[in-house]
């Protein structure tokens, strides 16, 4: 059995502007923190019904209307620029807390 990476779903109306520019302040600090077992994904919210098998933990801009089966993060201090850095602790500590997934 092989451990593959956490995902991590950053998502948007479109998946473009405002799910790009988390993934691109998670990736600046998972490099910085030496963090490479985490896959970040950009989706629209429509999606993430049926990607749902395969995400670890949501982080938007914006509020959520639905209840997910997976962690949640909705901050909009990534489209600020203000403060992300506790955002980004929390969101560390969120994954530190959830199971790594097993393949076959």
Known sequence: ????????ACVCG???AGSA???YQLEEFFEREGIDDV???CCRFRELEE?????D???SACKLFK??????VCDINYLTGLDC??????????????PPRHVD
């Open 21 to 23: 520019s988390i993934r």
């Open 57 to 59: 933990l949501i982080v």
């Open 1 to 8: 059995m092989g451990v593959i990476r956490k995902r991590i």
């Open 85 to 98: 850095e506790a955002t980004n602790r929390k969101i560390l500590e969120m994954l530190r807390a959830i």
């Open 14 to 16: 479109a998946a473009i």
């Open 51 to 55: 990607r749902m098998d395969q995400i």
């Open 39 to 41: 896959e970040i994904v």
């Open 67 to 72: 209840e997910y089966p997976v962690p949640t």
